[in-house]
């Protein structure tokens, strides 16, 4: 049986950076957005649903609407019987509650953890986890972290505020790693400002020879995975991380819906509409080569 999600990745994040993450997440707010106040009503038209969207965070979501939250979004929009309108910003996801829906100009935000405290969160409408990214005809079938066949590799792509960091300072190979890591993002300081590798660049690393295991969230990388042209194989890191006098840190996350602590009543008109798009959004992450897991919650 899973154990249950006690902490959300962004609480994980925070925690594993020593505050790094929390430092870029209090910069400045640009200034379109510090004049509106949080805890007014939304002045959204009735008929539309507005999404919270960053241009910036491939495969998730994308200006075009190419991805998979923005394909899902509009399904659940068409659903409730709305209007789908997307709410974009250049900056990245980790910013869009803050940001964007605390201040009013949207109404939601897609594939947040539950229980995620900055947000009320929905029914989850779909459940994965971490996976090991390896090619094909190494045959490294190994789920566990702390087997052999992963912990012996030399040289890991991960993306960095991430359990995938805690996981390499637990096998010893987080220091070895270091300048390559910083390497995938061109040695930018993540001094008061958030730095991430994107999904396709660990997928690439490791079809190329350059890493020997890329370690990351499932939907950071599966779209990548899929159509590689280099056989790769993605497995569901199976164990969890165990930690002297805290929770776990979970490798496995029900996704949901996350609106304004004030609006239980968008949540609940979402969870309906969830419910009745079920086959659409599933259609979707399996096309999206995202290995789906029973929702914990």
């Not at 008929?47 to 910036?56: A, D, F, N, P, Y």
């Not at 979004?73 to 659903?79: E, F, I, K, N, Q």
Request: hydrophobic share 40%; glycine share 6%; net charge negative.
């Amino acid at each position: 049986m899973p154990k249950c999600q006690s902490v959300s990745r962004l609480t994980i994040a925070a925690g594993l950076s020593t505050a790094v993450a929390l430092a870029a997440l209090l910069l400045p707010l640009p200034a379109h957005a510090a004049t509106v106040e949080a805890d007014k009503p939304a002045d959204g038209n009735p008929g539309e649903l507005r999404i919270c969207s960053s241009t910036v965070e491939a495969p998730f979501s994308a200006a075009d609407s190419s991805g998979f939250e923005d394909r899902i979004a509009v399904v659940l929009a068409r659903t409730m019987g709305r209007k789908p309108v997307f709410v974009r910003t250049k900056q990245p996801g980790i910013y869009l509650v803050r940001d964007e829906l605390d201040k009013n100009h949207c109404d939601l935000v897609m594939g947040v953890d539950v229980g995620d405290e900055r947000v009320l969160t929905t029914k989850p409408y779909y459940r994965t986890g971490y996976v090991l990214v390896t090619k094909a005809d190494r045959n490294i079938t190994a789920s566990d972290w702390q087997d052999g066949q992963i912990k012996d590799q030399a040289r890991f792509a991960v993306r960095f505020y991430s359990p995938a960091e805690t996981i390499l300072k637990r096998i010893g190979r987080f220091e070895d790693n270091a300048a390559y890591m910083y390497s995938l993002v061109d040695f930018k300081s993540r001094r008061n400002q958030w730095v991430q590798v994107p999904g396709d660049r660990l997928v690439t690393e490791v079809a190329n020879g350059e890493a020997d295991v890329a370690i990351a969230f499932a939907p950071e990388v599966a779209r990548y995975v899929k159509a590689s042209t280099t056989p790769l194989r993605m497995t569901l890191i199976s164990t969890d991380i165990d930690r002297p006098n805290a929770a776990p840190i979970p490798m496995h996350y029900d996704q949901a819906v996350g609106v304004r602590k004030n609006d239980p009543a968008l949540r609940a008109e979402i969870d309906a509409a969830l419910e009745k798009a079920r086959p659409q959004i599933e259609a979707i992450l399996t096309e999206e080569g995202i290995p789906l897991l029973d929702p914990n919650t």
